[in-house]
């Protein structure tokens, strides 16, 4: 089911036996079999409201990604336009309302030249997938890449699981003032310096993930850190996110961020539209211009905020987990499954309205979005967002 190997709770640390060494690039093969148990999934084309497409497109290109060339990278994307494009369902809007999963950044699916060097494939460059919506962990600039939670280690079968372990990330206590999991890039000097301040902080715990340490790929580990920990930091790695912002919520720990993209201008479906209400920013640059201490930033934030912080944390866990797809489908909560296809049955909605009413959204649709991941302002709190309407299938 691409949950992976099961963890077991022999400790009594964990609630429940919905805990899985989950690989954070496993998403495509989770989101198709909870897509299973989808409670409005038909096989009739002409009464569904969106189309998906099951094409593991993540694992696909991850078997390429080194030591191939172009043409053997894109030889399954090829293939499946083709076919998807001879459907009788495709014509009916061109692809706009076909969706699948992209199950690692969206960057690894938007190669621009025909260069053995260059990096990914061109699955979302191509002519049909332009008219396609593609949701990955991280999104791209463009505006049918949509970002939704990596998947964590935790997969609950039962309402009960979630509210229960709520409740133990309510009451844990919190030793660590702040910690960061993670190792250094060569080109990333933001990580350097984070790490350096954790080291000279007796308020922070450092997990190092350098090479040959165990320690970040045992998820037990990983999350009994962020237990202990009121704040986590999460600089960009690879790219701007990192899988470690959902373990951290998980954990009841409130996230730091560095850069805009590394959640602000991502999950917008899944996190709250204010991010002072669940997060800290602290710019890389001020980081790197010494201008910003983390321990004396976090220190002087008020513990009433810290505490309104961490219980929107809390709040957000069952947005960011995917239930266990071998059952029934949680009752009471919305999980990042569901949440992920009300978002696209929104923008599908809209879409086919405005080609109704003879608006078609030509390269609106798929073009780049220059300012996406600009820092957006601040919402006041209590600002509705009138762009978050539930869609009915």
Not at 218 to 237: A, I
């Amino acid at each position: 089911m691409g949950l992976g190997p099961k963890i077991h709770n022999s400790t009594g640390k964990l609630v429940g036996n919905g805990w899985f060494a989950t690989n954070q690039f496993s998403l495509g093969v989770i989101f198709h079999n909870r897509m299973k148990q989808y409670q409005c999934l038909t096989n009739d084309s002409s009464m569904a409201s969106a189309v998906f497409v099951p094409f593991y497109a993540g694992l696909d290109v991850g078997r390429y990604l080194w030591d191939y060339n172009t043409s053997v990278r894109d030889a399954s994307p090829l293939e499946l336009v083709k076919w998807l494009s001879r459907r009788p369902e495709w014509k009916t809007m061109w692809g706009r309302d076909h969706f699948l999963v992209g199950g690692r950044i969206g960057w690894d699916f938007r190669r621009k030249t025909d260069d053995d060097s260059d990096w990914g494939s061109k699955l979302m460059l191509l002519p049909e997938t332009k008219n396609m919506t593609m949701l990955s962990i991280e999104a791209s600039c463009w505006n049918n890449d949509h970002a939704i939670p990596y998947p964590t280690y935790f997969h609950p079968s039962k309402d009960s699981e979630v509210f229960e372990w709520q409740r133990r990330m309510r009451k844990r206590k919190r030793r660590h003032l702040f910690s960061f999991a993670g190792a250094p890039r060569p080109d990333l000097k933001i990580r350097d310096l984070i790490i350096d301040q954790c080291k000279s902080s007796s308020k922070c715990k450092l997990v190092g993930c350098y090479k040959g340490a165990i320690r970040c790929d045992d998820p037990l580990n990983v999350m009994e850190v962020f237990q202990e920990s009121v704040f986590c930091l999460q600089p960009p790695g690879d790219s701007y996110t990192r899988r470690s912002t959902f373990d951290s919520i998980l954990a009841g720990c409130i996230p730091v961020f560095f850069h805009p993209g590394s959640a602000y201008a991502q999950y917008l479906w899944h996190f709250p539209n204010t991010p002072s209400k669940y997060s800290v920013f602290i710019s890389e640059n001020d980081i790197k211009d010494q201008k910003a201490m983390i321990n004396e930033t976090l220190l002087r934030i008020p513990k009433h905020q810290v505490a309104a912080m961490r219980e929107e944390v809390i709040r957000l866990i069952p947005k960011v987990i995917y239930a266990d797809p071998r059952a029934p489908r949680l009752k009471t909560v919305e999980d990042a499954f569901d949440i992920a296809v009300k978002g696209v049955l929104e923008k599908v909605d809209k879409t086919r309205k405005d080609m109704k009413e003879g608006q078609d959204p030509g390269n609106a649709f798929w073009e780049i979005n220059p300012t996406k991941f600009n820092m957006p302002k601040l919402a006041k709190e209590g600002e509705k967002n009138t762009n978050r309407r539930v869609t009915s299938v």
